[in-house]
C-alpha cells in the first residue's frame, strides 16, 4: 500500500467522483431548503427588558448614582435570572394565566433570560409557534416577577423597560432558512468528500502504471487506453491536436 | 464501455494510426528492448482474470508484429474459452487441439489472416482434459518446430488463476506478458496471478496496462511516434 497521497491525488480522487459528490450537494442544500420553508413550522420572539435598579427612597431630587448600589444590583441579576426560572414566579404566571395552557415547567422552557455584562437590563425571550402569545407570555412574566420581586428579595428594585408589543407582525426567528441551507451544504460536502476519499480507499484494484511498479513491482511495458468506436474511425490526429495547437501557440 | 463490435476487432488491423494501435507498437519496441541477451521469439499473454483483455492484447500484438515484416503466428492456447477465430474471424474446426491429438497436420489448419505476414493457430474443437494436452510432449514439440518456421509466436493462455494451464504454457515460453485491467484487477489477484507465473520459473516481461482512463493514457501518445499531417 501506498500512503503517500500528493495533492495532485488529492484533486484526481474528487474529481472522479465529482458529479456524486455535487449531485448529493445540491439536493441536500435544496432539501433543507424546501424543509426550513415549508414544513418546519414558523417559531416567533418575543422579547421585553428588564432593568434592575435600587430605587433609592432616601435620595430626594438628588437621584445619585452610588456604585455600590450599582455593583449590588448587578450581582443580583444573575440571581433573578435563576428566580425567574422558579416555581415561585412561574407557577403564578400560570394560575393568572390559565389559557397558556403549559405547565411551570414547560413554561421555564421556552423562556430565556439574559443580560448583557455590567449593565442593568435584563432581556427576557420567549419562543412560540404564534408571536401574539409569545409576546403575551412574555409579558405575564415580566409583571408577574416584577410584582413577586419584594416579597421574595424585600427589595423593590425591577421596574419593565418595555413590554413586547402585542399587535407587532415580525419575522420568524426560525427556521433560519439560508443557515440551514448552509449547514446543509457545509456537512452534505464534508460528507461527500469522506465517502469519496474511502471509496478510494476500500477501491484495491490496479490503476495507474506506479501501481504496477509500487504493488505488483513489475514494469508496465505499455497502457492501452479504454477503446472507443471512435478509435477505429479517428486516427492518431484527433489526440495530437492539443499539442500541435500548443505548438502553434508557440510558434507565433 | 466499448461495444460487442468493438470489443472483437482487432484496432491495429483497422486503424493503425490509432494511438492506440502506437501503444501496441510500443508494447513491441518495449518487448524487442527488453531482450538483450537472448532473443524473445515465443510470447505468451495470460492475466489474472477473464476479461482482462489478454486475447485482445495478443491479436493486437501480433498485428504489429505482422506489420514490422516478422512472420508472426497467434496460437490460441486458451483451450477453455478460445476467441481467436472470433476475433479474426475464422473457422475453429481444426486448430491447436487436433493437431496435439495427430487429427490433422499443423500446415492444414493453421489459417492465413488479412494482415501479411501474420498466421493464426486456432485453439479447435474444445478437449475435454485441456491440461494433459498443453503439457503433453506433443506440445512442447510443436513449439519447437514452429521456432524455426516463424519470426514471433504469440500464444493466448487462460487466466492464471483458476487453471494451471498459463503456468504449463509458460514454461514453452521465452517471455510472458501479464495483461492487467486498470481499476478492474485486485492487486492481490495480480500478485497472486505474478506469483503463480514465478512459480513456474516463467520471465515475466512486464505488464500491459490496459483499460486505462484516456487523460492518464493520453500522456503516452504525446511522446510517441504519431505522425503529424
Known amino acids: 500500500m501506498e500512503l503517500e497521497l500528493e495533492l495532485k491525488d488529492y484533486v484526481k480522487i474528487v474529481r472522479k467522483r465529482l458529479w456524486l459528490i455535487l449531485t448529493v450537494v445540491v439536493l441536500a442544500s435544496i432539501a433543507a431548503g424546501v424543509v426550513s420553508m415549508y414544513v418546519l413550522k414558523p417559531v416567533y420572539e418575543a422579547s421585553t427588558k428588564l432593568i434592575v435598579n435600587q430605587s433609592n427612597e432616601a435620595a430626594t431630587g438628588m437621584q445619585q448614582l452610588d456604585l455600590n448600589a450599582v455593583n449590588l444590583n448587578l450581582r443580583l441579576i444573575d440571581t433573578y435570572k435563576e428566580i425567574i426560572k422558579t416555581p415561585a414566579i412561574m407557577d403564578k404566571v400560570m394560575s393568572e394565566h390559565p389559557k397558556f395552557g403549559l405547565t411551570a415547567g414547560e413554561l421555564s422552557d421556552k423562556v430565556r433570560v439574559s443580560s448583557v455584562n455590567n449593565t442593568q437590563v435584563m432581556t427576557l425571550v420567549v419562543e412560540d409557534g404564534s408571536y401574539e402569545r409569545a409576546a403575551a407570555i412574555v409579558n405575564a412574566i415580566s409583571i408577574v416577577f416584577q410584582r413577586e420581586i419584594p416579597s421574595i428579595m424585600n427589595v423593590d428594585n425591577v421596574s419593565i423597560l418595555n413590554e413586547a408589543p402585542s399587535n407587532a407582525s415580525p419575522s420568524p426567528v426560525k427556521p433560519n432558512v439560508k443557515l440551514n441551507i448552509a449547514i446543509a451544504f457545509v456537512v452534505s460536502l464534508m460528507v461527500m468528500l469522506g465517502i469519496a476519499f474511502l471509496l478510494e480507499y476500500l477501491d484495491d484494484t490496479i490503476k495507474t502504471e506506479r501501481d504496477v511498479e509500487t504493488v505488483i513491482g513489475l514494469p508496465t511495458l505499455t497502457a492501452i487506453a479504454k477503446t472507443t468506436d471512435e478509435d477505429f474511425t479517428h486516427g492518431a490526429k484527433s489526440s495530437k491536436r492539443k499539442v500541435t495547437d500548443k505548438r502553434a501557440v508557440l510558434e507565433q | 464501455m ?228
Open chain 2, 2 to 229: 466499448p461495444s460487442l463490435s468493438s470489443k472483437r476487432k482487432i484496432i491495429a488491423q483497422h486503424n493503425p494510426r490509432s494511438p492506440i494501435s502506437e501503444a501496441y507498437v510500443k508494447l513491441r519496441t518495449n518487448i524487442e528492448l527488453s531482450a538483450v541477451d537472448s532473443p524473445i521469439q515465443v510470447i505468451m499473454t495470460t492475466s489474472a482474470n477473464p476479461g482482462d483483455g489478454k486475447s485482445t492484447t495478443a491479436s493486437n500484438l501480433g498485428v504489429v508484429y505482422a506489420q514490422a515484416e516478422k512472420k508472426t503466428l497467434i496460437i490460441d492456447a486458451d483451450l477453455r474459452k478460445p476467441t481467436m477465430h472470433h476475433y479474426f474471424m475464422l473457422s475453429n474446426r481444426g486448430g491447436l487441439t487436433s493437431v496435439l491429438t495427430n487429427q490433422s497436420r499443423f500446415e492444414s489448419v493453421v489459417r492465413d489472416t488479412s494482415t501479411p505476414n501474420l498466421q493464426v493457430l486456432t485453439s479447435g474443437p474444445i478437449p475435454p482434459n485441456p491440461s494433459e494436452l498443453l503439457s503433453s510432449k506433443r506440445m512442447s514439440h510443436l513449439i519447437e518446430e514452429l521456432r524455426s518456421q516463424y519470426d514471433t509466436i504469440i500464444i493466448d493462455s487462460p487466466p492464471t488463476l483458476a487453471v494451471a494451464d498459463a503456468q504449463i504454457i509458460s514454461t514453452l515460453t521465452d517471455g510472458v506478458l501479464l495483461v492487467l485491467s486498470s481499476g478492474n484487477t485486485k492487486r492481490d489477484l495480480a500478485l497472486k496471478a505474478k506469483a503463480s507465473l514465478e512459480h513456474a520459473k516463467a520471465r515475466i516481461l512486464g505488464v500491459v496496462l490496459n483499460n486505462m482512463d484516456r487523460k492518464n493514457a493520453d500522456a503516452y501518445y504525446y511522446y510517441y511516434g504519431a505522425t503529424e499531417e
